[in-house]
């Protein structure tokens, strides 16, 4: 089986209903018969795929296990039948059965890159992956031993941000959750992630999961058209990005939630300055300015962020956050795979909207011309590969774990287009090249024509 007919199999629905039933580790009661035949699917893929090249690196190995421990038998019947899943024979004494994960288990992976899987981990939480993922890892960072934080204004602040996430395809809590943890391996990873004060982890972490609060599910471009209070608010400038901030404020401000009230008053203002600054920079309409001056700044001073002065510290912490928010193409290919449609499922809401409303809809968010698979290879290509080559100055390790990912999903993306297929011809009229590639709002891939009433 040649690797691209691996790819193709991975985005089809029956792998998509496997995959589920593994990362999840249902029990066999618990399956219907679509879920049996999926996995008899998946197991035969895993096994081909083994014997030959070994490409099956999507699961991990607690997850291999739970697929080798059922056999599969079909039913001799006249015309063609499904197979039935059969239970596993008696194990040995000693043998491992087996299991889900528990919570503690997926919060022992909290800074593990390739391991941790934000999707089990919201169902482990009950819809809460935002509060468990930001009060370990400030745990896990030393944070709240080194400053005076009460823990239940804590937990009541990331209830109420978590809940203040809207329910979007994409821009949701368990995005929020999914980009903090991002920071908290990123941390882990390399040294720079000793060099940063508590009250800069406390800010990043926080940053991180309020980045996205109360998003609407609409690009800014789209708030502007619409002349919406948002944009007129902020003069049509970073619309989302600045109702973020407000809203964290908000709710900050409320006395069961507001955890930097033991504080000196200049830390403090200083956490309020930083989380501002950080989540107003996830404004993608920066982004090619914010790499410019992360450059020349690294350039300047070198990797040794101990050494670099007060502003240079905040770029570091912004160039962080834009990363890990930009990041989920270089998650493993299962998770690259279900974020890259949940953006474009959201984008495509949008579009929907647009015609609607008799606007002309944006060229990306045409759900009839603008395919998954060419998006997610532009940004890759565009966006995402340069930012991480800058980022390797500074966070060596975490380039290393993530380039892989990413060469896989380019090749996974590029071979949904069509084998042999001219690339740039199938992906014109979605991914068409804009003026100096200088790119927009946070995950938001621009229609290279003028918005109307912009």
């Known amino acids: 089986m040649s690797g691209s007919v691996l790819l193709r199999f991975l985005d089809t629905p029956i792998a998509r209903k496997a995959f589920n039933v593994v990362q999840h580790f249902k029990r066999k009661d618990e399956l219907d018969a679509e879920e049996q035949f999926a996995l008899l699917r998946l197991h035969s893929w895993l096994a081909r795929s083994e014997g030959g090249n070994g490409e099956m690196v999507w699961l991990d190995d607690e997850q291999r296990a739970y697929l080798r421990s059922f056999t599969y038998k079909h039913v001799p019947a006249a015309g063609p039948q499904k197979?039935?899943?059969?239970?596993?024979?008696?194990?040995?004494?000693?043998?491992?059965?087996?299991?889900?994960?528990?919570?503690?288990?997926?919060?022992?992976?909290?800074?593990?890159?390739?391991?941790?899987?934000?999707?089990?981990?919201?169902?482990?939480?009950?819809?809460?992956?935002?509060?468990?993922?930001?009060?370990?890892?400030?745990?896990?960072?030393?944070?709240?031993?080194?400053?005076?934080?009460?823990?239940?204004?804590?937990?009541?602040?990331?209830?109420a941000a978590e809940r203040a996430y809207c329910p979007n395809p994409y821009h949701n809590s368990t995005h929020a959750a999914d980009v903090t943890q991002a920071l908290g391996a990123m941390l882990a990873m390399d040294a720079y992630g000793a060099a940063l004060t508590p009250l800069e982890q406390l800010a990043l972490l926080i940053a991180g999961a309020v980045h996205d609060l109360g998003h609407p599910g609409v690009q800014n471009a789209f708030l502007v058209r619409t002349e919406a209070d948002c944009a007129k608010q902020c003069g049509g400038k970073s619309v989302n990005e600045s109702m973020h901030v407000a809203l964290a404020f908000e709710l900050l401000r409320r006395p069961e939630n507001d955890f930097i009230c033991r504080l000196p008053p200049e830390d403090r203002a200083e956490f309020l300055r930083l989380v501002e600054a950080m989540v107003l920079c996830t404004d993608m309409a920066y982004h090619a300015a914010a790499l410019d001056d992360f450059a020349d700044t690294l350039a300047e001073l070198g990797p040794d962020l101990a050494a670099w002065p007060g502003e240079a510290r905040v770029k570091a912490l912004q160039m962080l956050l834009h990363t890990a928010d930009i990041s989920n193409p270089a998650r493993p290919l299962h998770h690259c795979m279900v974020w890259g449609r949940k953006i474009h499922d959201e984008m495509y809401k949008q579009g929907d909207l647009e015609r609607a409303l008799g606007l002309e809809v944006t060229a990306v968010c045409d759900r009839a011309s603008a395919p998954v698979a060419c998006g997610q290879l532009k940004f890759i290509n565009i966006f995402l590969t340069p930012c991480l080559k800058l980022v390797e100055g500074l966070a060596p390790n975490f380039v290393a774990a993530a380039m892989p990912h990413i060469e896989g999903a380019a090749a996974y993306w590029r071979s949904q287009i069509g084998e042999g297929g001219d690339e740039a011809a199938a992906c014109a009229p979605a991914c068409a090249t804009?003026?100096?590639?200088?790119?927009?709002?946070?995950?938001?891939?621009?229609?290279?024509k003028p918005a109307k009433g912009a």
């Open 434 to 448: 804009f003026p100096g590639s200088a790119a927009l709002g946070s995950h938001e891939i621009p229609d290279p």
């Open 83 to 159: 197979p039935v899943l059969q239970s596993p024979p008696p194990r040995p004494c000693g043998a491992v059965t087996p299991r889900r994960l528990t919570l503690q288990e997926m919060l022992d992976r909290m800074e593990d890159w390739e391991r941790f899987d934000v999707f089990v981990l919201e169902k482990l939480t009950g819809g809460e992956p935002l509060h468990a993922v930001c009060m370990e890892l400030l745990r896990r960072r030393g944070v709240l031993e080194a400053l005076p934080i009460p823990e239940d204004r804590l937990s009541s602040f990331l209830r």
